[in-house]
C-alpha cells in the first residue's frame, strides 16, 4: 500500500472510531457516569482520543506526505 492509501484508511478508521465514541457517550451508563462524575466512562474516553489520534495522523500523512514527494 502507498502512503495516501493508508493515510486515507486512518482518517476512515479515526471516524469510525469518533463517531463509536459518539454513540457510546449517549447510552445511558455513559450519562450517568458523566453526570455524577464529570467525566465519560473509560471505553468512550479511549474511542475518542485514539478516534482522533488517527484522524490527525491520516490527515498529516496526507499533507505531509505530498510535500516530501515533491
Aim: proline residues 0%; aromatic residues 10%.
Amino acid at each position: 500500500m502507498n502512503n495516501k492509501t493508508v493515510a486515507i484508511v486512518l482518517i476512515v478508521v479515526g471516524l469510525i472510531l469518533l463517531f463509536l465514541a459518539y454513540q457510546s457517550s449517549q447510552s445511558l451508563d455513559d450519562q450517568v457516569a458523566e453526570a455524577f462524575t464529570g467525566r465519560f466512562t473509560e471505553s468512550t474516553t479511549w474511542y475518542l482520543i485514539l478516534g482522533a489520534a488517527a484522524s490527525v495522523a491520516g490527515v498529516g500523512m496526507l499533507v505531509f506526505g505530498k510535500a516530501s514527494h515533491r
